[in-house]
């Protein structure tokens, strides 16, 4: 069983940068697609970003392509979520997630992490 376990959340004024890392407890997350998805008080999970199993695709919600960047080392079994030019909407716990292919769909992905919470004061 393959744990995902989430870290480098925290409190960041808007315009400001935060690296969310993911780290497989168990097995490891090579051979797998990777995503990222956050769900904000009151509202539904949503897709945030997605990475194929080597790395070579990814995919962004629109409302965050062109300021976060998601990659993985596999080397170092680990899933990374760079986060620029932050905006107070960003506010969310951030779960990273195991599937078998890359899709923004939650019920494509298999194993969640417990997340870590993002603020983005104004």
């Known amino acids: 069983q393959v744990q995902p376990v989430e870290s480098g959340g925290g409190l960041v004024q808007a315009g400001g940068s935060l690296r969310l890392s993911c780290a497989a407890s168990?097995?490891?997350?090579?051979?797998?697609?990777m995503g990222w998805f956050r769900q904000a008080p009151g509202k539904e999970r949503e897709f945030v970003a997605a990475?194929?199993?080597?790395?070579?695709?990814?995919s962004y919600a629109d409302s965050v392509k062109g300021r976060f960047t998601i990659s993985r080392d596999n080397a170092k079994n680990t899933v990374y979520l760079q986060m620029n030019s932050l905006k107070p909407e960003d506010t969310a716990v951030y779960s990273c997630?195991?599937?078998?292919?890359?899709?923004?769909?939650?019920?494509?992905?298999?194993?969640w992490g417990q997340g870590t919470q993002v603020t983005v004061s104004s």
């Open positions: 997630a195991k599937g078998q292919w890359l899709t923004t769909t939650p019920g494509g992905y298999d194993y």
């Open positions: 990475i194929s199993r080597s790395g070579g695709s990814t």
């Open positions: 168990g097995r490891t997350f090579t051979g797998y697609a």
